[in-house]
């Protein structure tokens, strides 16, 4: 039998928004679940856009939270967004994780905002901590920096300039 179709299949892998995004021929890549139970997708970044319409058409009306960490000095950079369903009843909320990773030479995830409103500052600050390029984004600029900062303070790979760290103190 052919492993593809196993997958393809498997609850183990796959939760329902998988199952339904596969329904649909949307690209993306499951990921399985977190110690809570909540289904984890990976979305190319060129996909993103196209495939973010299609939780909130599902129902995930709510993003929780976005937010990006660098995955290994000289590896990927990852932008999570953590996708809810608000519904009249909140204690049967619903929810979903999603990761892009992108190169760390060239990041750029299209931006959500005009899907999802709270992404704004969320992007911004994966922009001003990691060189995120959110293209689309708005008001993409940094947020915590001053705009005369040079690099990405959260990256495994950064040096902090005219730092000198302290050696034999005593």
């Given at each position: 039998m052919n492993t593809t179709n196993i997958d393809k299949f498997n609850i183990e892998t796959r939760g329902r928004l998988s199952a339904w995004l596969t329904k649909h021929k949307f690209s993306?890549?499951?990921?399985g679940f977190d110690y809570r139970g909540v289904e984890t997708l990976q979305v190319k970044s060129e996909e993103w856009l196209s495939v973010a319409v299609a939780p909130y058409a599902y129902g995930f009306n709510y993003l929780r939270s976005q937010c990006a960490y660098d995955s290994a000095p000289g590896g990927p950079l990852v932008s999570v967004y953590h996708l809810t369903q608000i519904r009249d009843q909140p204690d049967q909320s619903e929810e979903v994780c999603t990761k892009i990773f992108v190169p760390r030479k060239d990041p750029r995830i299209p931006s959500v905002y005009w899907v999802w409103k709270s992404s704004d500052l969320q992007e911004r600050e994966s922009y001003d901590m990691l060189?995120?390029?959110?293209?689309?984004?708005?008001?993409?600029?940094?947020?915590?920096?001053?705009?005369?900062?040079?690099?990405?303070?959260?990256?495994?790979?950064?040096?902090?300039?005219?730092?000198y760290e302290l050696q034999d103190a005593y």
């Open positions: 993306h890549r499951p990921l060189g995120i390029i959110h293209e689309g984004h708005p008001h993409l600029r940094r947020i915590l920096m001053p705009e005369s900062w040079v690099g990405w303070p959260l990256r495994k790979d950064y040096v902090v300039p005219n730092f």
